[in-house]
Structure formats: C-alpha cells, structure tokens
C-alpha cells in the first residue's frame, strides 16, 4: 500500500510538472483585480511612513506569449477622492483633495519555469500622468491657506517579479510586485480663494514608487500555438 501511495505521489508531481501553462497560447487578455501601491510625493510632502493605497477592477493587460517569454501592455488608472498629505513639515500644513493617475506601459515578463505554477520576473516601460486638485489648510488652526494644482506628466520604468497560476488551458490568475522609477515634469499652481493665481512652479523631479502588489490579474488565454 505504501508503494501506491508513492507511486500516485510520483505520478502526480509529473503530472504537475508537465501541465499546460500560459505559454501554450498565443495571447492573453487580463482584468486587474487589485492592487496595494504608494502613491507617489507631490509637491514638498512629508512622509512618516509608507501610506498604501488600494484599488480594485482598474487596469488592462494584454500579453503576446512567445514560448517562456510574454510580451505586455498595459494600461491602468488610479482615482482617490479625498486624499491628504502634509507638506513642508508634520505640523505645517494638511493638504487635501482628489487625485488622478493614469499609466500606459509596454514590456515583457519571462517564465522561470514551465508548469502550473509559474514565477516570473520582466520590466514595462511607460508613460504616466497625474493630476491633482486640493486645499491646503494650516495643521493647527485649519484655517485656509491657498488651493493647490498639480500635475505631473512623465517616463517611468516598472522592475517586478511574480508568480501565476493556472488554473486552467483558458485561465491564468497571476501576481506581482514591483518598483516604479519615475522621471516627471510637474508644475504646481498656487491660488487663493478669489482662484488668483500665488504663484506658479515648474520642477523636473526623479521618484521611486513602491508597489507590494503591483498587480493581481486574472487573465484568459487563447490562440494555441
């Protein structure tokens, strides 16, 4: 008896190790799901901590599959209603409102193995933009300081790893984590209640932008190769 446990246990690690994967099809398609990621600092923000943002059924991705190689473009958006931050210092001023973040990317993502269960790592290329639209109000007294513009449009290059299962032939349910560099021009307006305009300013900045799960898609695969 314990020889046929060992011989079905055998047999179904061969049969894990030689299952169909994503790259037995010549497209994929994918949802994004969800996402845990920083947002990236604007104007003179301070930071205590990390503070994630999530969002869920915000993104696209479609894959040209090449063998272990996948060819991949994306396109996602980011909207938070609400958002606050502190500028200048912890106790200096609160800014709040509504940001918007829209990214388009081109890369590819390799398999490190040839079964189910797949790691895999790549690097997109891309564009991104970002907009946002606020009130600064005094830390203390909360009293009005000035409403802030900004908007920010740039070049970004996205460093991830991951892992993706397949379920099966036709679906994929994958997951990642990354890294965004950033190189953006972004210009900041000032106004004040009457929107006259206090002063404006044009900055070319270089940010890196922490994504603990940058992406979690689920994806269809068809075309068989």
């Known amino acids: ?6 011989y079905f246990l055998f047999q179904f690690f061969i049969l894990f190790a030689v299952a169909q994967s994503q790259s037995d099809s010549n497209y994929s398609f994918g949802i994004k799901l969800f996402s845990v990621e ?17 969002s869920s059924f915000n993104g696209l991705i479609f894959k040209v599959n090449d063998n272990q190689i996948s060819y991949r473009f994306q396109i996602n958006k980011l909207k938070k209603n609400n958002y606050s931050f502190k500028n200048e210092c912890a106790s200096c001023e609160t800014v709040t ?8 990317k081109i890369g590819f993502e390799r398999n490190i193995t040839y079964s189910k269960l797949q790691p895999f790592y790549g ?26 513009n900004i908007q920010k449009n740039g070049v970004l290059a996205y460093t991830f790893i991951g ?7 036709y679906l994929t349910l994958s997951a990642e984590s990354g890294i965004d560099f ?11 209640n009457s929107n006259a305009v206090i002063s404006s300013n044009s900055f070319r900045r270089s940010r890196f932008v922490n994504k603990p799960l940058g992406m979690l898609s689920l994806q269809f695969n ?3 190769l």
């Open 123 to 148: 690097i997109d290329l891309g564009y991104t933009e970002a907009k946002f639209n606020g009130v600064s109000k005094d830390f203390k007294s909360n009293a009005f300081l000035y409403n802030a």
């Open 38 to 54: 920083a947002i990236p600092k604007m104007m003179n923000e301070v930071r205590e901590n990390t503070n994630y943002q999530t």
């Open 1 to 6: 008896m314990k020889k046929f446990y060992l």
């Open 222 to 224: 068809f075309g068989s």
């Open 182 to 192: 950033i190189y953006n021009f972004e210009k900041e307006i000032k106004s004040n």
């Open 163 to 169: 892992l993706k299962f397949n379920v099966i032939k």
């Open 97 to 104: 409102g509504n940001y918007d973040e829209l990214n388009f």
